[in-house]
C-alpha cells in the first residue's frame, strides 16, 4: 500500500528550527524519488526539496543554507530539518513521491501526503 504521513509541524518563533517527519512506504522509500513541498494561502504551491533514490538531493534557492532533505533507510522515513525559520516558511508542507527513481525537475509527483502545518511568528 503507496503511504506517505508526515509529522513534526508546528509553531515556532522567527530564527527557531523543527523537523518535519515523513513516514513512507517500503516500496516509495527504496524505489522513488521524494520530495517537500509547502504552500501557503494564496500563494502557489511550491517545491521545497527532492531527494532521489540514491541520495541525491536538490533544495530551492529560497531554503538553501537553511532547509537540508534527509532519509533515514532503517526507519523509512524522510526528514526535512528547517533552521533559521522566517514568517515566509509558514504554509502547510507535504511529503511527496514520483513514479520514478530519479527526481526529473519536470516529473509529476503522484503520491502525497496529507500535509503538515508550519507556523513562524516573527
Known amino acids: 500500500q503507496v503511504q506517505l504521513v508526515e509529522s513534526g509541524g508546528g509553531s515556532v518563533q522567527a530564527g527557531g528550527s523543527l523537523r518535519l517527519s515523513c513516514q513512507a512506504s517500503e516500496y516509495i522509500f527504496n524505489n522513488l524519488c521524494m520530495g517537500w513541498f509547502r504552500q501557503a494561502p494564496t500563494k502557489e504551491r511550491e517545491k521545497v526539496a527532492t531527494i532521489d533514490r540514491d541520495g541525491s538531493t536538490r533544495h530551492a534557492d529560497s531554503v538553501k543554507g537553511r532547509f537540508t532533505i534527509s532519509k533515514d533507510n532503517a526507519k523509512n522515513t524522510l526528514y526535512l530539518q528547517m533552521n533559521s525559520l522566517n514568517p515566509e516558511d509558514t504554509g502547510t508542507y507535504y511529503c511527496?513521491?514520483?513514479?520514478?527513481?530519479?527526481?526529473?525537475?519536470?516529473?509529476?509527483?503522484?503520491?502525497w501526503g496529507q500535509g503538515t502545518q508550519v507556523t513562524v511568528s516573527s
Open positions: 511527496a513521491s514520483m513514479s520514478t527513481w530519479w527526481c526529473s525537475p519536470m516529473g509529476e509527483y503522484i503520491y
